[in-house]
């Protein structure tokens, strides 16, 4: 009754039934995956964004805690008279220890930003501690901590736009792509 060539139909229809239904199944499956994806992603994000942008805001202060001004104005109102009895050896030791613990308290804080940024900061970081030290040059060998202080600020100031002001605004600029 069947000849060979209705048998070949019958069976061309059945395995495109087949693999239509396959087709819609795998269909199906890949974006029932994309929207599970998705949905972790957005959880993820929901939980890790906040923590970023606390990341983001630490970083900030780091920078701005290891600017000059920042670091003598708080030298200042700790210890009033440091800088008309410290030695300009102690005042630099000051400046760079509060870079260099100010930095390892937030050292973790990396794992949040791009590593541009991340290397902005460094090099801020590195920028001004050789800027500190460099400073030593330009006084007098017998100069008070407060020549030193007056000297590191006009320089500083004088700077144009600083390593640090530079690193905060990439800082920014990433944070403000989160939202």
Not at 67 to 82: D, G, I, Q, T, V
Not at 125 to 137: G, L
Not at 148 to 163: D, E, I, K, M, V
Request: hydrophobic content about 45%; aromatic content about 8%.
């Amino acid at each position: 009754m069947f000849t060979t060539e209705m048998i070949v139909l019958i069976l061309a229809i059945v395995a495109m039934m087949i693999f239509g239904f396959w087709f819609i199944q795998h269909s199906q499956f890949k974006n029932e995956e994309r929207k599970r994806q998705f949905e972790l992603k957005r959880e993820s994000q929901k939980s890790v964004s906040p923590i970023r942008l606390r990341a983001y805001e630490r970083l900030a202060l780091l920078l701005e805690r290891t600017k000059p001004e920042h670091m003598l104005m708080e030298l200042r109102s700790k210890e009033p008279e440091a800088l008309s009895v410290w030695t300009v050896a102690q005042l630099q030791q000051y400046l760079l220890q509060t870079i260099r613990l100010e930095f390892d308290h937030n050292q973790s804080q990396q794992v949040y930003v791009s590593d541009e940024v991340w290397d902005a900061i460094v090099s801020a970081r590195d920028q001004t501690a050789s800027f500190i030290i460099s400073m030593t040059t330009q006084i007098p060998a017998n100069a008070t901590a407060q020549t030193y202080a007056t000297t590191l600020l006009t320089a500083y100031a004088s700077n144009g736009t600083t390593p640090t002001e530079k690193a905060l605004e990439m800082l920014k600029d990433e944070a403000k792509s989160l939202m």
